[in-house]
Each structure stands twice: as C-alpha cells, then as structure tokens.
C-alpha cells in the first residue's frame, strides 16, 4: 500500500524541512492530498518513489511558505562589500575552529539551521533543496520552477549571507 | 589581474572543481597574495559543510508510518474518492 510502504520515507523527508513533528505530518497529509488528486496524471515517466519524494518536498515548502511569520534579513547587506577597484573594504577574519569540529557540534547545528530560517525565503529555499535535502541543482530547478543558472546564483548569494551571519560566532576571538 | 570581487564571482566553480584551467590559476594567485581572501575562502568551504550538516540531525530514521497518520491519510483519500 501506497502510505505505508512509501510513508516512511516521505515523513523523513518532511521532517527535515519542518522540524517539528506535528509540522512534518501535516506535509505529508498535505502531500497525499496531492498524490490522491494527481495519481491518474502519473505517466510513469520518473520512478514512483522519485514522483512522490518532489510531492512531499514541495509540500513542505508550501508549508514552510505559509507559516513564515519570522522577520527576515535582507540579502544584499549580507553580501561582501567592496571598493571601487575591486578589493575587499572590511578585513575578513579566519574562523578558529575547523569545518568538523563545528558541524559535530549539535549547538551549532541549530545556530545553523536559525541562520537558514531567517533567510529570504528564495535563497531559503534554495539552500533547503541543495544541502539538506541534497537534491541536484537540477532536481532543485524543477522544484522551484526556475531555470538551472537561477539556482546557482541564488545558493552563492545564500551561502555568502550564511557565511556573514555565522562571522561573528565563530571568527577568531569568538566564543562559540 | 584578478580583484577580490572577481574571486568571489567564480567560489562556487572553485569549491566544485569546476574551473578552467587559466581563471583556476588566477584564482590560487589572487588567493596566494590575499590573506582575506584565503580566510573567506576557507570559511565558506566552512559554511557548505555546516549548511549541509545541519540537516542531518537527531531524529532517528522513520521506519513506519504512525499508525495515527496512516488513518487520517486514509480518511483523506476516502473523502476524496466519495
């Protein structure tokens, strides 16, 4: 049967978007309301698993989209600055801790994840697609209904505004 | 000669591998006499890996639909189909 052998891992998937139990399972409702109105419509063209995973994401980005309520930054004061002739106007510091030693801590991990959410939902969104649910850049366009080069100009300028809000925890004197 | 706007431009295809040969050595130069721009570099390798290790988190696998779940979405399905 559909919801219980393709079930579990659509709730994964909606749990990593949501992170909130009650939140992940409303997605998936919301996802087999959508499987059930489109099932006749499945050409067989992907793989079922690979149609119903693309339901459950884009499910949960309707979510997210509809509960957003949080204030977000604006992306472009995020973005390295520069003089006219092309050098850097602010002196960047070097992080202290290594790559590993942050991301096995869990602390950080949700430092990270607070950063993701207070992103504009378009570079958001991006970021969610590419990283955490790790799709192709790709696979993350026909998500998004935007062409291929829109992605990767969205997560560069996603990244770089990440990078600025994580500067101040963890550059050289910080303590976290 | 590139600048340190240009670097920033070409990070992705940098972090990927995917830069030409030529912009590739611009690039290690611009980076060997720029200690900013080796800092931002190192840091946004950072910031992909944090990105990315930030949605692997506590939640164990799901295995099974909770049983809760599977009634209310079969519910849904009926009220559809009736």
Known sequence: MLVREHGPRMLSVARKFMRNEAEAHDALQDAFVSVVKHLKDFQGQSALGTWLHSIVVRASLMRLRAKRSRKTVEIDGLLPQFQWDGHRKDVTPHWSRSAEELAGDAEVRVLVREAIESLPEIHREVLLLRDIEEMSTQEAAAVLEVTEAVVKTRLHRARQALRTLLDPHFSRGALT | ?82
């Open chain 2, 1 to 82: 000669m590139m600048t340190c706007k240009h670097l920033i431009e070409f990070l992705d295809d940098y972090v990927d591998g995917r830069l030409p040969v030529i912009q590739r050595a611009a690039f290690e130069t611009h980076l060997w006499l720029c200690r900013d721009c080796r800092h931002y570099l190192d840091s946004y390798k950072t910031v992909i890996k944090l990105s990315r290790a930030s949605g692997k988190d506590e939640a164990p696998p799901v295995t099974a639909m909770p049983e809760s779940l599977v009634k209310t979405i079969l519910a849904i399905r009926k009220q559809h189909h009736d």
